[in-house]
């Protein structure tokens, strides 16, 4: 059972990116999933989740209109969005999947926004 979590990297501020977590042993659609990240010296905090069934999606007040999560079921897969990121976007970002009171943790993958 592994949730993998790929697709940071360096971009400039305004450029995107698309994050992936990847699950592998399960079914990521019967879990809700969470994007999170914690930038240094900061806690970590959500970013962004969807849930199962009628893939309702929230976001952080910080990245609503910039980010879009969203479900493959066929690579089982959530991706993040990110467009328009900036500077404070600067992070690792965690997946997690969670459901009945378990949950997995994907490895982070680091973001940096900067010129």
């Known amino acids: 059972v592994q949730l993998q979590a790929s697709g940071g990297g360096l971009v400039q501020p305004g450029g995107s990116l698309r994050l992936s977590c990847a699950a592998s042993?399960?079914?990521?659609?019967?879990?809700?999933v969470g994007w999170f990240r914690q930038a240094p010296g900061k806690e970590r905090e959500g970013v962004s989740f969807?849930?199962?069934?009628?893939?309702?999606?929230s976001y952080a007040n910080s990245v609503k209109g910039r980010f879009t999560i969203s479900r493959d079921s066929a690579k089982n897969t959530v991706y993040l969005q990110m467009d328009s990121l900036k500077p404070e976007d600067t992070a690792v970002y965690y997946c997690?999947?969670?459901?009945?009171?378990?949950?997995?943790w994907g490895k982070g993958t680091l973001v940096t926004v900067s010129s």
């Open positions: 997690n999947a969670i459901r009945n009171g378990v949950d997995y």
């Open positions: 042993g399960f079914t990521l659609d019967y879990y809700a």
């Open positions: 969807i849930s199962t069934g009628d893939g309702r999606t």
